[in-house]
């Protein structure tokens, strides 16, 4: 299965954009790219997916690399409640996105 | 909707016992899994479903049993506990191709 890389941990100012790297240089052409966060002692919830182009939702924006090597998660404006593990994954099985590969994910700290 | 749900919360065992850890969902959803997560770690898959009578082994399956009799439940069965399996255990469910949703997680201690 392709693999990602993450920063072991990122620091932010509540209010502020938080711009969270992965880079995934062996991915295959069916793969999605998939970010899902874990707050404390909770498990892990869903926040954005894409396969090519850029995506957004409510929670937060995907930003794909042209050559598809690499994405970033873009919170538009930290809170508290944002501090979490943000893990990036891809899909091993085209476009489901089940038998997920979790990382050690990025801790995200957010400064009040 | 109580989204997925899991029993117990908290569990301690001693080594060489065995149970059952239940997850259920009321979502209809035809996907389900189990993961467990030692600490600072991330999550691996233990045994997935995708669908009622079908079950397949993820990355550690060793020590572990499951089956999913409904598209409801898939519980998940320790045959005979070793300190190695404590964990986090957390179950997932989603549509095929949809988001996964995971219930809070089992703390299960083997002393």
């Known amino acids: 299965d392709a693999k990602t890389t993450q920063p072991n941990s990122m620091e932010s100012n509540e209010e502020e954009p938080v711009h969270l790297p992965c880079n995934h240089s062996?991915?295959?052409?069916?793969?999605?790219i998939h970010w899902y966060r874990q707050l404390p002692s909770q498990g892990p919830e869903y926040v954005i997916h894409?396969?090519?182009s850029n995506v957004n939702n409510r929670m937060a924006s995907l930003a794909i690399a042209e050559d598809r090597k690499s994405s970033t998660l873009i919170l538009h404006r930290a809170t508290l409640r944002d501090a979490a593990v943000y893990y990036c994954?891809?899909?091993?099985?085209?476009?489901?996105?089940?038998?997920?590969?979790f990382g050690k994910g990025t801790l995200l700290t957010v400064n009040p | 909707n109580a989204g997925v749900t899991q029993t117990p919360k908290f569990q301690v065992l001693k080594t060489g016992q065995s149970m059952t850890l239940q997850c259920a969902q009321d979502?209809?959803?035809?996907?389900m899994s189990w993961y467990r997560q030692d600490p600072g770690m991330g999550l691996r898959l233990i045994h997935y479903?995708?669908?009622?009578?079908?079950?397949d082994q993820g990355e550690v399956p060793n020590g572990y049993n499951v089956s999913r009799s409904t598209t409801e439940d898939f519980p998940l069965r320790l045959l005979s506990a070793a300190p190695s399996q404590t964990s986090v255990y957390f179950c997932?469910?989603?549509?095929?191709?949809?988001?996964?949703?995971f219930g809070p997680g089992t703390r299960l201690t083997v002393l």
């Open positions: 979502m209809n959803h035809e996907y």
């Open positions: 479903s995708v669908g009622a009578g079908i079950t």
């Open positions: 062996t991915i295959s052409g069916t793969d999605y």
């Open positions: 894409g396969l090519t």
């Open positions: 997932a469910s989603s549509y095929l191709r949809g988001e996964q949703f």
């Open positions: 994954i891809l899909s091993s099985s085209g476009g489901s996105n089940y038998k997920l590969t």
